[in-house]
């Protein structure tokens, strides 16, 4: 079975930085993409950042603040946050989408940025 677990989330201050990870286990299938999203309360849920092999691509928003990445053969993403600004507060939820289009989402990590 696999799953996707999240950590380093929590409670930052405006301007502060936080790097969360994402762990896969269980996966049997090569991985294709690998992605960030988050859902803000009263908001859709976006997606932040992604990351094949070849690319990234990031969302308006988080451009020159936020930076992903990956190492496949530690089975783990990661998303740099630094710059944090009180809209960045929201779940964020890392996603897995494997060659054969299987997906797969993480259980969600609160963000908090407040003073």
């Known amino acids: 079975q696999v799953q996707l677990v999240e950590s380093g989330g929590g409670l930052v201050q405006p301007g502060g930085s936080l790097k969360l990870s994402c762990t896969v286990s269980g996966s049997t299938r090569s991985i294709f993409r690998m992605a960030w999203y988050r859902r803000a309360p009263r908001k859709q849920r976006e997606q932040v950042a992604s990351?094949?092999?070849?690319?990234?691509n990031y969302a308006d928003s988080v451009k020159g603040r936020f930076t992903i990445s990956r190492d496949d053969a530690k089975n783990m993403v990661y998303l740099e946050m630094n710059a944090l600004k009180p809209e960045d507060t929201a779940v964020y939820y890392c996603?897995?989408?494997?060659?054969?289009?299987?997906?797969?989402w993480g259980q969600g990590m609160q963000v908090t940025v407040s003073s």
């Open positions: 990351i094949t092999s070849r690319s990234t």
């Open positions: 996603y897995e989408q494997t060659t054969t289009n299987d997906v797969y």
